[in-house]
């Protein structure tokens, strides 16, 4: 009620004058008047609507925000109601851009690529990481037909079975390297084309399976060894023990070969288990060297010349069952892969305020397109003489992964013909002095050993 009292109260006081002024100048007069006056009224309701036109039409509601036309009476009321109206939708329409800003900054970052599609398979928005994956260009490709711009079989068909649960992997249009899983997931009308890079997990599938393979193939032949000597023995109940004794013999040998492997598998494990946390222990290096070049003496049984240089009485804090495991694999490698008659040194020195333990053979050597793939499971330069050695293909991922939880990196040197360099190389905060309290082994010191 209270938008009519105006216009109301207007219409009253006209005939109040018009009746006024007819008792005074006669009837006639005042219906004149009444006439002049609803005219004038007209018309000034047709002006301030032709206002209130022109002021929507001229431009924007942000623009025609606050640029309301002046006015009394109910026209006044009318443009301040319009200008609330006005201040509300813009607001919102502030808000829902914001929103929808933020929506499409969430969505541009999301790695996975993220294409929408109408029900005609046309492109209606697409992010970067689709341009990654698949090339598409939002503003370039809007309202393309995603079938004319990938045009792989494997997809054409995905796009047209409409199978909702289906994922498709299939190798990226940019690239054979990238292996990709798609899925549509439908709202609406539209479709969602959902893309993800699935490289690294196809590279660890493809890992794992070649560690089973690999682990199967190294077991079989010492088991199927074992097994035809057992049957064999089994079925010679006649034989004496001196013809029994190669037989024995050659079962141990392949016995201790599944053990090292074994054993080498649970390290690995452990080492890339987790839980396993590194204790953090006073390791005497110089006191481990000289004992690894004991071992090297009866691993090598007088075939090499072994000797052992320390030029430092560092120390190094870690694992002092890791650090002995890594430093063993480095110098039984050099033992199984030097010829009898050739030299084999190790070495403990500080080298720029690092710790440096070096095992250096008179090998073969190893081609260059091979060391980066030395610390491979099972990688292996030449198979057949690493089962002749009793190699299990594992100490240098062991090697590698007991350094990296130290924070030291193993460098490699080798010339073909000439022998090779392996150093396990330990920052300055690893390294530890001696004290009193410690069993220190005098340095410098040199010791050759043809054991």
Same mark, same amino acid.
């Given at each position: 009620?209270?938008?009519?009292?105006?216009?109301?109260?207007?219409?009253?006081?006209?005939?109040?004058?018009?009746? /006024?002024?007819?008792?005074?100048?006669?009837?006639?007069?005042?219906?004149?008047?009444?006439? +002049?006056?609803?005219?004038?009224?007209?018309?000034?309701?047709?002006?301030?609507? @032709?206002?209130? @036109?022109?002021?929507?039409?001229?431009?924007?509601?942000?623009?025609?925000?606050?640029?309301?036309?002046?006015?009394?009476?109910?026209?006044?009321?009318?443009?301040?109601?319009?200008?609330? $109206?006005?201040?509300?939708?813009?607001?919102?329409?502030?808000?829902?851009?914001?929103?929808?800003?933020?929506?499409?900054?969430?969505?541009?970052?999301?790695?996975?690529?993220?294409?929408?599609?109408?029900?005609?398979?046309?492109?209606?928005?697409?992010?970067?990481?689709?341009?990654?994956?698949?090339?598409?260009?939002?503003?370039?490709?809007?309202?393309?037909?995603?079938?004319?711009?990938?045009?792989?079989?494997?997809?054409?068909?995905? /796009? %047209?079975?409409?199978?909702?649960?289906?994922?498709?992997?299939?190798?990226?249009?940019?690239?054979?390297?990238?292996?990709?899983?798609?899925?549509?997931?439908?709202?609406?009308?539209?479709?969602?084309?959902?893309?993800?890079?699935?490289?690294?997990?196809?590279?660890?599938?493809?890992?794992?399976?070649?560690?089973?393979?690999?682990?199967?193939?190294?077991?079989?032949?010492? +088991?199927?060894?074992?097994?035809?000597?057992?049957?064999?023995?089994?079925?010679?109940?006649?034989?004496?023990?001196?013809?029994?004794?190669?037989?024995?013999?050659?079962?141990?040998?392949?016995?201790?070969?599944?053990?090292?492997?074994? *054993?080498?598998?649970?390290? $690995?494990?452990?080492?890339?288990?987790?839980?396993?946390?590194?204790?953090?222990?006073?390791?005497?290096?110089?006191?481990?060297?000289?004992?690894?070049?004991?071992?090297?003496?009866?691993?090598?049984?007088?075939?090499? %010349?072994?000797?052992?240089?320390?030029?430092?009485?560092?120390?190094?804090?870690?694992?002092?069952?890791?650090?002995?495991?890594?430093?063993?694999?480095?110098?039984?490698?050099?033992?199984?892969?030097?010829?009898?008659?050739?030299?084999?040194?190790?070495?403990?020195?500080?080298?720029?305020?690092?710790?440096?333990?070096?095992?250096?053979?008179?090998?073969?050597?190893?081609?260059? *397109?091979?060391?980066?793939? /030395?610390?491979?499971?099972?990688?292996?330069?030449?198979?057949?003489?690493?089962?002749?050695?009793?190699?299990?293909?594992?100490?240098?991922?062991?090697?590698?992964?007991?350094?990296?939880?130290?924070?030291?990196?193993?460098?490699?040197?080798?010339?073909?013909?000439?022998?090779?360099?392996?150093?396990?190389?330990?920052?300055? *905060?690893? $390294?530890?002095?001696?004290?009193?309290?410690?069993?220190?082994?005098?340095?410098?010191?040199?010791?050759?050993?043809?054991?």
């Amino acid at each position: 009620m209270g938008f009519w009292w105006r216009p109301l109260g207007e219409l009253m006081a006209l005939a109040f004058a018009a009746a /006024l002024f007819g008792l005074a100048a006669g009837v006639h007069a005042g219906l004149g008047l009444l006439g +002049l006056g609803l005219l004038i009224l007209l018309v000034r309701q047709f002006w301030f609507q @032709a206002r209130l @036109a022109r002021w929507l039409e001229e431009g924007t509601l942000a623009e025609s925000l606050g640029a309301a036309p002046r006015a009394l009476g109910v026209w006044g009321d009318i443009y301040y109601r319009l200008n609330k $109206l006005l201040s509300r939708q813009s607001r919102s329409n502030t808000e829902l851009a914001n929103a929808l800003g933020q929506f499409q900054q969430a969505a541009e970052a999301v790695p996975d690529g993220l294409v929408i599609l109408d029900e005609n398979d046309r492109i209606q928005w697409c992010n970067p990481a689709s341009n990654r994956y698949l090339g598409l260009d939002c503003r370039r490709d809007h309202g393309q037909y995603i079938s004319y711009l990938m045009r792989q079989a494997p997809f054409l068909d995905f /796009l %047209r079975e409409r199978d909702y649960s289906r994922r498709l992997v299939c190798r990226s249009p940019l690239s054979r390297e990238t292996a990709l899983s798609m899925q549509l997931v439908p709202y609406g009308a539209q479709k969602l084309l959902m893309v993800r890079d699935i490289t690294d997990l196809e590279r660890v599938d493809a890992m794992r399976r070649d560690f089973i393979a690999n682990v199967s193939h190294e077991m079989r032949t010492p +088991l199927t060894v074992v097994g035809g000597f057992v049957e064999t023995l089994a079925d010679a109940q006649d034989m004496k023990a001196e013809d029994m004794r190669p037989y024995l013999q050659l079962m141990q040998s392949h016995t201790q070969r599944m053990q090292r492997l074994i *054993e080498d598998l649970l390290m $690995l494990s452990r080492l890339e288990s987790t839980d396993h946390e590194r204790v953090e222990e006073r390791v005497p290096v110089p006191a481990l060297v000289h004992e690894l070049e004991g071992e090297a003496g009866q691993l090598s049984r007088g075939r090499h %010349r072994i000797s052992a240089r320390i030029e430092s009485g560092a120390w190094l804090s870690g694992s002092s069952q890791e650090i002995h495991s890594a430093f063993s694999n480095l110098v039984s490698n050099a033992v199984r892969y030097t010829p009898a008659g050739g030299s084999i040194t190790l070495t403990w020195k500080e080298e720029g305020g690092e710790g440096v333990f070096a095992v250096t053979d008179s090998g073969e050597g190893i081609a260059p *397109e091979h060391l980066p793939r /030395l610390t491979e499971r099972f990688y292996r330069v030449d198979r057949s003489r690493s089962r002749e050695t009793g190699g299990t293909g594992l100490g240098l991922a062991i090697v590698k992964h007991v350094l990296t939880r130290h924070g030291a990196r193993l460098d490699i040197q080798s010339i073909v013909g000439r022998g090779s360099t392996f150093a396990a190389i330990f920052p300055a *905060e690893r $390294l530890l002095t001696a004290t009193q309290e410690d069993n220190v082994i005098p340095f410098p010191a040199e010791r050759s050993d043809a054991a």
